[in-house]
């Protein structure tokens, strides 16, 4: 039996192949893919692509086998998490892939939720990141630089932590939907430095969260200067993204004579990992997490290029690109 990928042949260049459908052991499932989410991490290496790369690490599906081992799943059963690896090139692309719910995480979806909200894994990188600040007061302000989904998303949950948000970007869309999703006040790259930064240590802020590296492919750190410069003295900085990409410079003085402590708050702990995927479908489905009904955008297999191509230029029209495996053609669509 055969099945469809999306490979590369070369930078900026995919195609769709067939390849085997695997067949799972005893301790496996195997698991019909819906949706497969374009994560920006990826988006480097699509740009420098050898032939034969493959990309996908944020799958959902529907369980099609179950091996006689396996607990707690059935057939028909909807999922979400992170099988097959969830770092870039780990081949989630397909339209039937192999999981093991004891090895990797795979989180049965509640039904009062849409598939589109319930892509797993970076819902995960979310609840990580927001665990690592240090909000232990309630009222501690928190300042957001980067208001895109990830941003949006750390938004809403340092809300239900108690915190007062300030939200920083430098598209007024993207501060709309910062308010959207609890911002307390919002601000323009501008508008920020010139109300938090006066030349002073104490200035700025004893948490600052940074999400914004994709903000402009031409900018380098900009996101993360600025970061740096509204950390006040012995403030955290959580650096959620800037993990894939090029090497980016930093001012190592700033962060020495303000003692800041700076920590990559991006996921890299099996169990964090796992449990944040838990707590984020059990928040949706209970209603405590409102991040749901998210501006979507959605692709067939073979458009999985334009997705890639639109990741600077979705802000104010939708959130989030997602493929649809089952989809080989058609015209995308914004839910």
């Avoid at 769709?16 to 994560?39: A, M, W």
């Avoid at 995480?105 to 589109?116: G, Q, S, T, Y």
């Avoid at 600040?133 to 989904?149: E, I, L, N, S």
């Avoid at 993207?174 to 006040?185: H, N, P, Q, R, T």
Wanted: proline fraction near 4%; charged fraction near 25%.
């Amino acid at each position: 039996m055969k099945q469809k990928q999306i490979v590369a042949v070369g930078p900026k260049k995919n195609t769709i192949r067939e390849i085997d459908i695997p067949v799972p052991n005893d301790d496996q499932l195997l698991i019909k893919t819906k949706y497969v989410g374009v994560c920006h991490s990826e988006h480097d290496d699509w740009k420098v692509a050898e032939a034969g790369m493959t990309f996908g690490h944020e799958p959902m599906g529907i369980v099609e086998q179950v091996g006689k081992n396996v607990t707690g799943f059935k057939v028909g059963d909807r999922v979400s998490g992170m099988w097959g690896g969830t770092l870039p090139g780990s081949g989630g692309m397909v339209q039937y892939a192999i999981a093991d719910p004891v090895k990797e995480v795979v989180i049965k979806l509640p039904d009062n939720v849409r598939d589109e909200d319930l892509i797993v894994e970076p819902l995960s990188c979310m609840m990580s990141a927001v665990s690592k600040a240090k909000v232990q007061m309630p009222g501690t302000h928190v300042a957001v630089v980067g208001c895109g989904y990830m941003g949006c998303g750390a938004i809403s949950l340092l809300k239900l932590r108690g915190c007062y948000v300030v939200a920083i970007d430098k598209r007024q869309t993207s501060l709309e939907d910062a308010k959207k999703y609890g911002a307390d006040e919002v601000y323009t790259v501008e508008e920020a430095k010139e109300k938090f930064l006066h030349g002073n240590l104490t200035d700025g802020f004893k948490v600052v969260m940074e999400w914004g590296a994709g903000l402009d492919p031409e900018e380098g750190s900009d996101s993360l200067d600025l970061a740096v410069n509204l950390t006040a003295l012995r403030g955290q900085l959580c650096v959620a993204d800037y993990h894939t990409g090029g090497k980016r410079t930093v001012d190592v003085q700033q962060l020495g004579v303000k003692a800041i402590e700076m920590l990559n708050t991006h996921p890299r702990e099996e169990w964090l990992s796992r449990e944040g995927a838990e707590n984020a479908v059990e928040m949706l489905a209970n209603g405590s997490w409102n991040y749901k009904d998210i501006p979507v955008k959605i692709f067939p297999l073979n458009k999985f290029d334009e997705a890639q191509a639109e990741q600077y230029d979705k802000y104010g029209k939708y959130m989030k690109a997602i493929i649809d495996m089952t989809m080989e053609d058609g015209e995308p669509y914004i839910l």
